[in-house]
């Protein structure tokens, strides 16, 4: 298939004010925003390194306190350091080297002041003191913070979720996606008869005297600070090994003692996911770490190896087929849209969360290859298709950068059908599929951008794919293919696109299924009947001239 016309405009996001008959979005932000959103001289200066989050929780008292040590190395000259800590939690004192530091206080920044040179290349720590009542999630997980619930037998059932509100929502980090700590401990003193389970591996498990317990969880892998959890509850743990491409991977389940039963049978839809994943993605990320699917008491979020859970032991979406086909039935939502995120979010991770597309759009488009892996193409396709009546076109995926402002909602559903889409342009479903596991080795374990992303695609597919990301991530446009049959003759064009967008679209007239190529300009070619039709597997709009 011919490549694309290189695509030359340049869309400006500063000002967060689009062009080019985009949609207008004017958004006033805040100082606030900007030291949240931004790579500040304060974080710029100093790359994580290792975290030891330490905390006890009261559930009675709704109640949090303890210190995160914070492990960097020094890039280059300076003294002042920022972390992220947001109310009503307060940050108490910090501490290097046994010396109390002075801080500045900014909102939500603290600007820590050391006192000692921090010379390049070493490495440094500072233990920050924090405590209070976080903030209490109203509608987890779209609304972060704490989940403090009970289970059905009055036990305490506690959870964290924080993406988009920020990890520094409840423990005091740098909070920034850019930076990923390289290795962390997790370690949770919570009241006895009751179990914590955090990301990574559990390296022990003590019973203190004053009826707590603290349990410590290590995770080896690099971790993004909205993926790392605290769940406390009434667990009962059952657990299988997968044999997966890099070997065994042990897979734990987390879940109250009164759902044992159905959770064993319907968590085997785990096993399945990480089959299709593992074909489509290449090997789970985070062998080292383990898998697990925790029960907590809202829907579920992507906790890196912590997935957690909470879709009521149903089919679907809480037992509806997002799609509307009936295929979205065949599996539970949660468990494979969660766990895809493993790939997309915590393996690939967006340096900025005005790319969240990168994590939402990949993993929405994840629930069809599981469809496509375990009941084939034309089901997958259905699925995907499905979804578009979900699709607002309110305003483009990409969100304003440095601001810590995610674009819109549509990054699910259409960024999973221009992902379909761009399958069908790509022609070679293996090709296709070895450009996914290439993006998940390429930026294993990285943050990444929306260009590195873009570039990679366009230049393993061999497709300038320039002109088609402006379009379905940078706009609310949907490209309309306006025709008319005149004379025996299809005139064709393009409509509602950006500069020198010209994506070649597959059609079926004459009795067969063709390409065509059109552009803005009208194209002619010769027709033999009336019947015309464009394959719905690309994400566009059809217009007929009647006229």
Not at 53 to 79: C, F, H, N, R
Not at 362 to 382: C, P, R
Not at 508 to 535: G, H, L, R, Y
Request: some cysteine; glycine content about 6%; proline content about 3%.
């Amino acid at each position: 298939m011919k490549s694309f016309v290189i695509f030359a405009a340049i869309i400006l996001f500063k000002t967060s004010i689009f062009s080019q008959g985009l949609l207008e979005e004017k958004t006033t932000f805040t100082h606030q925003d900007t030291l949240r959103g931004t790579i500040t001289p304060e974080r710029a200066w100093w790359d994580l390194t290792y975290y030891h989050l330490d905390i006890q929780v009261y559930p009675d008292e709704k109640y949090i306190s303890g210190k995160t040590a914070v492990y960097y190395k020094v890039l280059s000259a300076s003294k002042e350091l920022q972390i992220d800590l947001q109310a009503p939690l307060k940050i108490t004192s910090a501490v290097q080297n046994g010396k109390e530091l002075k801080i500045r206080h900014d909102g939500y920044a603290h600007f820590i002041t050391l006192l000692e040179n921090q010379e390049i290349g070493n490495v440094y720590s500072v233990d920050v003191y924090y405590e209070g009542n976080p903030k209490e999630a109203v509608r987890a997980p779209w609304d972060g913070g704490f989940s403090w619930k009970k289970d059905d037998n009055g036990n305490h059932f506690v959870a964290t979720s924080c993406q988009g509100l920020g990890a520094s929502i409840w423990w005091p980090n740098k909070d920034h996606m850019y930076d990923e700590v390289d290795s962390m401990l997790i370690s949770v003193t919570n009241p006895k008869g009751l179990s914590n389970i955090s990301n990574g591996r559990l390296r022990s498990k003590i019973e203190n005297k004053d009826n707590t317990v603290t349990s410590h969880w290590f995770v080896n892998n690099p971790i993004n600070n909205y993926g790392v959890n605290v769940n406390i509850a009434d667990y009962v743990h059952f657990s299988e090994v997968y044999n997966g491409e890099k070997g065994p991977l042990d897979m734990d389940y987390y879940v109250l003692h009164d759902n044992l039963e159905k959770a064993k049978t319907h968590f085997k839809d785990a096993p399945r996911m990480m089959d299709a994943f593992e074909h489509w993605f290449g090997p789970y990320p985070f062998y080292e770490d383990g898998f697990k699917l925790v029960e907590v008491p809202y829907l579920g979020m992507e906790h890196q190896s912590s997935v957690t859970y909470g879709n009521q032991y149903k089919m679907g979406y809480l037992g509806n087929d997002l799609s509307g086909t009936g295929w979205g039935l065949k599996f539970d939502f949660i468990i494979i849209h969660e766990a895809g995120h493993e790939w997309f979010a915590n393996n690939i991770t967006n340096k900025d969360i005005a790319d969240m597309w990168i994590h939402e759009g990949f993993t929405a488009y994840s629930e069809n290859l599981f469809v496509d892996y375990f009941y084939g193409k034309e089901a997958s396709a259905d699925y995907v298709i499905g979804t578009r009546k979900r699709i607002l076109n309110d305003k483009p995926l990409i969100g304003p950068y440095n601001v810590n402002k995610e674009g819109s909602s549509d990054m699910y559903y259409k960024g999973a059908n221009m992902l379909h889409t761009l399958r069908q342009l790509i022609e070679d479903d293996e090709k296709w599929r070895q450009i996914l596991r290439g993006l998940n080795d390429t930026f294993y374990h990285k943050t990444v951008t929306t260009k590195q992303i873009e570039d990679y695609i366009s230049l393993q597919s061999g497709i300038d794919l320039n002109a088609f990301f402006n379009q379905y991530l940078r706009t609310t446009l949907i490209p309309t293919l306006e025709y008319k049959i005149e004379d025996n003759k299809l005139n064709y064009r393009w409509t509602d696109i950006v500069a020198d967008f010209d994506m070649p679209v597959q059609v079926t007239f004459n009795n067969k299924a063709q390409w065509i190529f059109p552009n803005s300009e009208w194209k002619t070619t010769p027709i033999s009947s009336e019947s015309f039709e464009v394959d719905s597997d690309f994400y566009v709009n059809v217009k007929k001239i009647t006229h």
